[in-house]
């Protein structure tokens, strides 16, 4: 029986990560689904879906030479793997500011009060060293609606950080 | 009427050129009538390409007059044989196809287009048209040129705060 787990790998970038690593699953016979990737701070960072016959245990030490070799710590934990049902999200925030301890808890928590999920959350700190602003982007479904989104985020606003609300009207055709 | 499958990729024939209109008759109304069909059964589509259900011709259907959030807009439309002859800035935006299932993506669009097509009586139509309805008409086009909109996919994380990096030294 195939089973789905979430294969995270974090380490010291360096170039050929992602082909290793993805080469040592599909030697290994697995089958790769979604995945997130993205260097964070110097650091490579890997989410990603494998399904596979292979035990949790199985599944590390099939991966385990790779990441070896270049210093990944390993994490694997078994998952269901809902693929084909994506959450199309309808509202977009931009946030930007002076970076300052706070900020993520402050904007998440009156989005998450006025219904905000989020889907997708990517940040950065920008700037130089000594002065370093926080930027963050977010998608989400706003179950309350954007106006309820826009209100929470007063207060937020106020304190001096940017933010901008922009729903999402996903076209089809 | 009817209510036609819809191809989905990576069915060869939606990466195919369609050939232009040149009978504007009784079959072409019908299959036009066909294909709005089409679209209204589709989940939430404001456009649709003949192209789309096999038929390699220069005909598109858009209709963006009955979003939620309003926008400006023409009605109805059958565009034959469309040519957008004038563009004006970009802008990205989210979009997704009826042959292109559970997956959307940020695609950067000209923001105000002419275009100048023919009706199903075969006379010359021509319209000015921004943001939603322009973003629609040209992802329809495409599918007459065999593109989907997979081939213009941006990132979504780099869409917003997008700034390139000089290295000194180098």
Known sequence: MNHWYMLTLVGEDSPGIVADVTHALFEGGCNLGEASMIRLGGNFTIMLMVQTRLSRIELDELVRPAADARHLLVHVDSIEGRLHQHAEPDVQITVYGADRAGIVAQVTGVLAAAGLNILDLDSAVGGSSDKPIYIMSIEGQAAQGIEALEQALEPVREGGIEVSVTPIDTMVG | ?170
């Open chain 2, 1 to 170: 009427m009817a209510v036609l499958p819809i191809l989905t990729y990576p069915d060869e024939r939606l990466k195919r050129f369609s050939e232009p209109v040149e009978r504007f008759d009784a079959e072409l109304a019908a299959f036009i009538a066909d294909l709005e069909q089409t679209r209204l059964a589709g989940p939430g589509a404001v456009g649709i390409a003949a192209p789309q259900v096999g038929r390699a011709q220069r005909i598109v259907i858009v209709d963006v007059s009955k979003m939620k959030r309003p926008v400006p807009n023409h009605g109805y439309l059958v565009l034959i044989n469309p040519e957008i002859t004038h563009w004006e800035g970009h802008e990205p935006g989210r979009e997704g196809c009826l042959s292109v299932p559970d997956f959307t993506g940020n695609v950067i669009r000209a923001t105000r287009i002419h275009l100048k097509a023919q009706n199903p009586q075969g006379e010359t139509v021509e319209f000015d048209m921004e943001g939603f309805e322009a973003r629609a008409v040209q992802h329809e086009m495409d599918h007459l040129d065999g593109l989907l909109f997979l081939d213009r996919v941006v990132s979504r994380r780099t869409d917003v705060f997008r700034r390139k990096v000089y290295e000194k030294n180098s």
